[in-house]
């Protein structure tokens, strides 16, 4: 399996006067090249601060330590700041949660293309800018010429999704970051965005990477299956199988919470407990206190994600027989 991203022992860190919330712990993971995968879990879990390393741009007090943040051979890590002003929006592009509302309101959507160009690439000729804006609205199912004209206040939230993500296409990533991309948009609006991603993904080969705190959203277009739970990934797979068979004993509760999958609504089964806190986290595996599986082991040693032969091994106890063999001899 071709890779284009990987993480290795990626760790972010917010210090703040209540203590250090530790985000993202020793992530190390490679994402299919060409592919899309989606990382899933609660709110909190650290899905945004993840990907945005690839970026190397967290919010502040965000600190970022990592062995190597690599995305198509490069580490991100040991970018200057000039490579890496380069580097963002024309090797990996990232659309924020919510981010129809960073659209300038009081300039069009066709100067806000012109500006994020030439931020980026000394191009001067606006009419070599506009073309390639109308190619990207016209692949994203926009009319062109109206929007180029408009103001965001006059297009749908549906719309200005579509413009954006027209905007992270503007310099031919090789990696696209969508972030929550149809979280608060009706359920038809959501399946026309997803069949766009889809073609980006199927037309240009370009990696996509979607957060969602939803799994079932996400199911319909995701090739890969990330589920991050207190800012680790415990299980990765082809989506496909993981539906199939979830191993992790929170990506089993996270399948049975959602509606749209269980046809027996009255087998719809919350996951038990709140989400951990970070500033405090449990013992040992950090989802034992919700686990009906937990042993004690589970209580004092934390299960890491494995690599293997043919893909990960979760990170749960359940699974690890080698560790769970010599915790129990002790
Ligand atoms: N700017 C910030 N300042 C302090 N803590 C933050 C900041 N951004 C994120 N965090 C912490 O990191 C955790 C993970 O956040 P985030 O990556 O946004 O999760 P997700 O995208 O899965 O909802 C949050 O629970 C929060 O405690
Ligand atoms: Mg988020």
Redesign the pocket.
């Known amino acids: 399996m071709e890779t284009i991203i990987e993480f290795e022992n990626v760790n972010v860190s917010?210090s703040?006067r209540e203590g250090t919330?530790k985000?993202v712990r020793d992530v190390s993971l490679s994402i299919p090249k060409g592919k899309v995968t989606a990382l899933v879990?609660e709110?909190?879990?650290?899905?945004?601060?993840?990907a945005s390393t690839l970026l190397r741009m967290v919010?502040?007090?965000?600190k970022i330590s990592a062995k190597s943040i690599q995305v198509d051979g490069q580490d991100v890590m040991a970018m200057s700041e000039k490579k890496l002003r380069h580097y963002r929006w024309s090797e990996v592009s990232m659309v924020f949660q919510a981010a129809q509302n960073s659209l300038n309101p009081v300039v069009t959507i066709g100067e806000q293309f012109i500006e994020t160009y030439q931020a980026h690439r000394k191009e001067s000729d606006k009419k070599v800018i506009e073309k390639r804006a109308i190619e990207l609205l016209e692949y994203v199912k926009l009319e062109p010429k109206r929007v180029l004209r408009s103001y965001p206040h006059e297009l749908s939230g549906g719309m200005k999704q579509r413009v954006m993500i027209a905007f992270s296409l503007l310099l031919e990533p090789k990696v696209v970051i969508l972030d929550e991309p149809t979280t608060a948009l009706d359920v038809i609006t959501q399946d026309s965005i997803f069949s766009i991603l889809q073609k980006i993904n199927d037309e240009f080969g370009i990696t996509l990477l979607l957060?969602s705190?939803d799994i079932a959203v996400v199911a319909k277009v995701a090739d890969y299956l990330g589920v991050?739970y207190a800012g680790k990934i415990v299980e990765f797979d082809e989506i496909y199988t993981i539906f199939e068979q979830p191993k992790h004993p929170y990506t089993q509760g996270l399948l049975r919470a959602v509606p749209s999958l269980i046809h027996d609504l009255g087998k719809i089964k919350p996951i038990p407990g709140a989400s951990p806190n970070?500033l405090d986290l449990p013992s040992g595996c950090p989802f034992h206190p919700r686990c009906e599986y937990a042993m004690s082991h589970c209580k004092t040693i934390e299960p890491e994600l494995k690599r293997s032969k043919d893909g990960y091994i979760p990170a749960c106890h359940l699974f690890d027989h080698e560790r769970k063999e010599a915790a129990l001899t002790k």
């Open positions: 917010f703040m919330v985000a879990g709110s909190g879990s650290g899905k945004s601060t993840l919010s502040a007090p965000g957060l705190h991050m970070l």
